[in-house]
């Protein structure tokens, strides 16, 4: 009888490679791969490109019933990009001015009220690797295999700037391990579902990990997994 599909849950701190382990994960098991912080970055820079007082319950909740956020997925590729109203904007929510604003939007309950119910939809039928902050403590708190990510920050301070010196950016290592530092402490202090490790998470510290070595420890707990199912 064919193994059921699982949900995996991949929750940690800024910065320590969820997002590249959980893509290669996803595909190595042919599950599909939500990146939930592309959503609350889309969702900001729908606030910042309709300037939205965020402070304004109203404006907030009004432009959140027009925000249309979903993704696109490549078979060929396996490469997945988030559409915000019907377009790619996958480069953009990387930049400086949305990551200086995520941790504030995504502190925000209707916002996250909003992505917490698309992500439920998205995981129904199972098959999905999901990073995020609160994915195995809030939106699916019964995922079959709970994955807390975290590295010592100058270290994830420093594979963050090998990317960006790559893809052309030139910051300073103290920018980045304030930015890093900065979100970190508002995504754990926040009220509405912190960052925090679920209790039946394992935890994986990539401090003295090789990427490769990463992915291939999740890979080998969700095949231990799904071979139980
Ligand atoms: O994974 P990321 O760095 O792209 O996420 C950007 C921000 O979104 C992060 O600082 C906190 C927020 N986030 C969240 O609150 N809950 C999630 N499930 C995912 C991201």
Redesign the pocket.
């Known amino acids: 009888m064919a193994h059921k599909k699982i949900i995996i849950a991949i929750d940690g701190h800024?910065g320590c490679g969820?997002?590249s382990t959980a893509k290669i994960v996803a595909n190595r098991l042919g599950y599909i791969y939500i990146d939930?912080?592309?959503m609350?970055?889309a969702t900001t820079l729908y606030f910042v490109q309709h300037k939205i007082d965020i402070s304004d319950q109203q404006s907030v909740t009004e432009a959140l019933k027009k925000i249309d956020i979903s993704f696109q997925f490549e078979n060929k590729t396996h490469k997945s990009s988030i559409i915000l109203q019907g377009e790619n904007v996958e480069s953009q929510i990387r930049g400086l001015e949305v990551s200086e604003k995520?941790?504030e939007v995504?502190a925000i309950s209707a916002v996250r009220k909003k992505m917490v119910a698309l992500q439920r939809k998205m995981g129904e039928q199972k098959g999905v690797v999901m990073?995020?902050?609160?994915?195995g403590t809030v939106v699916f708190p019964e995922a079959e295999l709970k994955i807390f990510m975290t590295a010592d920050l100058k270290i994830r301070a420093q594979r963050r700037l090998q990317e960006l010196n790559e893809s052309g950016h030139s910051p300073s290592i103290e920018e980045i391990i304030d930015n890093l530092e900065k979100?970190d402490n508002i995504?754990s202090s926040r009220s509405d579902s912190p960052l925090k490790k679920a209790d039946d998470a394992i935890l994986l510290d990539t401090s003295h990990l090789k990427f490769e070595d990463q992915v291939e420890k999740i890979v080998n707990l969700a095949l231990n997994r799904i071979s139980k199912n």
């Open positions: 800024s969820k997002s939930t912080g592309a609350y970055r995520v941790s995504s990073d995020g902050r609160d994915i979100r995504d």
